[in-house]
């Protein structure tokens, strides 16, 4: 497919801009209204077949970075919720570091009273015994507790017990006091990542605004250019439309082919490994609050097979393929290639041919999936047989 960067990185830095990601090379603004062919244009061209020619070929061209364009725009999108992603796990992991360090503490602070009530009680123990009682009023003396167990260590009447416990209370209340100092700190990262998150979730929801409204007015352009190229070439808009998905399916093919060479070349043997189960981390994105969990979602898949004339026996085989991809996580994210989703669709936008919530919604995932398997391997015990052959693998 084409990169024409010098068109479509202006419509880019509209997202960019807005999640200060810096983006290098030319800019030049988006499609205007004058790059694209009036039905005049379109007429005029019919006259001279060469001059025809040419004219579909230019509106190739623009159907191709329409769509390159949403591709972008749509990875990067989900690159800003990504980002999201990773930091509201490190504030949640802050979060749990505290919760863990104030627990620790307070611990530390029960061990360390705890043994004082022990030196306690092992002074009433020794003025019941006969012990002096100069040693005894200073164990009981409550103004000088603070430095009770300091002078403990100096007492020869005490017991070889009371001076480890002694060592022992002190400890546990330097711990203690090391410990919530520790807490503090957590809890000052979390609110500093608690920040840092926000402004993340805002950019993603930025990000995903811009997408939306970028996508919404390609739509309405590429329904005009596939009317104005069949006309040229006298077909009809949905045999010029099934030719370029036919297109597409192949550079996917080649695509996701690409990207697994791509990650076995570059990872070592674990993270190859890793590479293999197609989604490497997890993208949040606008809206997706509540997402089907894998086994809702193997429900819905085991459910809907038989519409596409599978019987039950082709559910292990889907259930294996997609574990491998993405752990059919609906949110699955492979921020090397950009596949995403359970079926690992590449480049993501492509499932928005099924519905505009491909991002959250499970049965518009597994729906696109199915029809990519149906259509490219039949059955998805052969997309499974594939994929098993490949290393690394892919489908």
Request: one cysteine or more; aromatic letters at 6%.
């Amino acid at each position: 497919m084409a990169h024409p960067v010098l068109r479509f990185l202006g419509v880019l830095a509209t997202v960019t801009a807005l999640v200060a990601v810096p983006f290098t090379g030319a800019a030049a603004g988006p499609l205007r209204a004058a790059d694209y062919p009036s039905w005049d244009d379109v007429q005029a061209a019919k006259q001279n077949e060469a001059t025809a020619q040419a004219e579909a070929d230019r509106i190739t061209g623009l159907l191709d970075e329409l769509e390159e364009t949403a591709t972008t725009l749509s990875n990067e999108a989900l690159k800003r919720g990504e980002e999201y992603y990773i930091a509201t796990y490190n504030r949640d992991a802050a979060q749990t570091s505290a919760d863990d360090l104030e627990t620790r503490a307070d611990q530390a602070a029960a061990t360390a009273e705890a043994t004082k009530k022990q030196v306690g009680q092992i002074a009433a123990q020794l003025y019941k015994s006969g012990g002096d009682n100069g040693t005894v009023n200073l164990l009981l003396n409550g103004e000088k507790s603070d430095e009770l167990l300091y002078k403990l260590g100096t007492m020869s009447q005490l017991t070889s017990q009371t001076v480890g416990l002694r060592d022992a209370a002190e400890i546990a209340a330097n711990n203690a006091s090391s410990l919530r100092a520790q807490a503090d700190a957590a809890l000052a990262e979390r609110d500093r990542l608690s920040t840092e998150a926000e402004a993340a979730l805002g950019a993603a929801e930025d990000a995903q605004a811009a997408v939306d409204a970028q996508v919404a007015e390609e739509k309405a352009h590429s329904a005009t250019l596939y009317e104005q190229l069949a006309s040229l070439k006298n077909t009809t808009a949905a045999a010029e439309q099934g030719y370029r998905e036919g297109q597409a399916k192949i550079a996917e093919e080649a695509a996701r082919k690409a990207a697994a060479d791509a990650a076995a070349a570059d990872a070592a043997a674990a993270a190859a490994a890793a590479s293999d189960s197609g989604g490497d981390g997890s993208s949040w994105v606008p809206d997706s609050s509540s997402v089907a969990s894998p086994a809702e979602a193997q429900a819905y898949a085991s459910s809907v097979l038989g519409n596409y004339g599978w019987g039950g026996d082709q559910f292990g085989c889907l259930v294996r393929l997609w574990n491998g991809e993405s752990g059919w996580r609906v949110n699955a994210y492979n921020t090397d290639s950009g596949a995403y989703g359970i079926p690992q669709s590449l480049p993501a936008n492509k499932m928005d041919s099924v519905g505009t919530d491909w991002r959250t919604n499970a049965a518009t995932q597994i729906t696109w999936g199915l029809i990519y398997i149906s259509d490219r391997y039949g059955t998805p015990c052969n997309a499974l047989s594939s994929w098993n052959a490949r290393s690394p693998h892919w489908y």
